[in-house]
């Protein structure tokens, strides 16, 4: 039998973090400094995720991939590349910096990476919102001015948001994450961040944090106006789809089962709510992540009305 891969998260500690994955996700945090993010799933050099339970215990994603390219993504996947999704839970108890990832075409120039994301809302305190793209019309030269009079805000399409809802982000846009979000991000591979804006706040050595002016302003897409996120629906449905991923939103009733063939190709699955039990006595439950591998079969069944997330068509299948 193909066991799903479920993984140990690595917790990081940010300066807009807080504590709360600890009652939203049911969470042992270590140690009492701010955590912001739980990378839940992640193979790069820097980093990497180490297998729980099954036969594949304490080995790291990258190890299992290269003992079983084809088991895991499917015939013909390169054992030395890397999985290609990052998911992480973000813990927002203060608003994130106003930041871009670098599109495809000029990321090798600047020595980064690109990174289009998909941000759903688990949970989220009243008020609070998304930054994301431009209000309509704003020009580069505008942007570039209010930079420099720390009067940016205004330029930046700011939106609200509930429970449930989600939104594509994609590289090249300007975007933030407001306080009093608990988010499942789930995201091309990387880790290239360029901060154009931090509103005036200090990092955890008390110093402010790196800007990265120059590189922002080559990434920012300037004709990006006023994206709308995907709200919340009580049914199942497409949430996102781009080059890099679909997600899949399915909406389950106690009872009910979630099926996966064989051969067709590697998933994540995500549990947003409820509980999902699973072959070989795998209860999944809120907040848990874990890899469907390209041979496996696996059939789930909620133990109570459900929400979860499938990602999929990463690995170069889109069926």
Same mark, same amino acid.
């Given at each position: 039998m193909h066991e799903l891969l479920r993984l140990e998260p690595l917790y990081q500690e940010r300066v807009w973090g807080g504590r709360g994955l600890e009652s939203a996700l049911g969470r042992t945090l270590p140690g009492k400094a701010p955590i912001g993010e739980a990378w839940e799933i992640v193979d790069r050099p820097e980093a990497q995720s180490v297998l729980k339970?099954?036969?594949?215990?304490?080995?790291?994603?990258?190890?299992?991939?290269e003992a079983s390219p084809a088991e895991i993504m499917g015939p013909g996947w390169?054992?030395?590349?890397?999985? =290609?999704?990052? $998911?992480?839970?973000?813990?927002?108890?203060?608003?994130?910096?106003?930041?871009?990832?670098?599109?495809?075409?000029i990321a090798p120039s600047l020595k980064g990476e690109p990174k289009t994301e998909t941000w759903f809302i688990a949970d989220t305190q009243p008020g609070a919102g998304l930054l994301v793209g431009l209000k309509k019309g704003i020009t580069r030269e505008q942007f570039e001015a209010a930079l420099q009079n720390n009067t940016l805000e205004p330029l930046v399409h700011r939106f609200h948001v509930a429970e449930g809802d989600s939104i594509l982000v994609r590289s090249g846009q300007i975007h933030a994450i407001d306080a009093g979000n608990l988010i499942l991000e789930i995201q091309q591979n990387s880790d290239t961040t360029y901060r154009v804006y931090d509103w005036g706040r200090v990092g955890l050595d008390g110093k402010p944090r790196q800007l990265h002016v120059e590189q922002s302003l080559a990434s920012i897409k300037?004709?990006?106006?006023? =994206?709308?996120? $995907?709200?919340?629906a009580p049914t199942s449905g497409v949430i996102a789809d781009c080059e890099e991923f679909r997600i899949r939103r399915v909406v389950l009733d106690a009872g009910e089962p979630l099926s996966?063939?064989?051969?067709?190709?590697?998933?994540?699955?995500?549990?947003?709510?409820?509980?999902?039990?699973?072959?070989?006595?795998?209860?999944?439950?809120?907040?848990?992540?874990?890899?469907?591998?390209?041979?496996?079969?696996?059939?789930?069944?909620?133990?109570?009305?459900?929400?979860?997330?499938?990602?999929?068509?990463?690995?170069?299948?889109?069926?």
């Open positions: 339970g099954g036969r594949h215990a304490g080995k790291t994603l990258r190890a299992v991939i390169d054992k030395k590349k890397p999985f =290609p999704i990052l $998911v992480k839970w973000l813990d927002c108890r203060e608003r994130l910096s106003l930041q871009v990832h670098p599109p495809a075409h300037w004709d990006d106006f006023e =994206p709308s996120p $995907v709200r919340a996966f063939a064989a051969g067709q190709q590697p998933r994540i699955l995500s549990v947003v709510t409820g509980e999902l039990h699973g072959p070989g006595k795998h209860v999944l439950v809120r907040g848990d992540n874990a890899v469907l591998p390209y041979a496996g079969e696996f059939t789930f069944k909620a133990s109570a009305a459900s929400l979860v997330l499938v990602t999929e068509n990463f690995a170069g299948s889109r069926d």
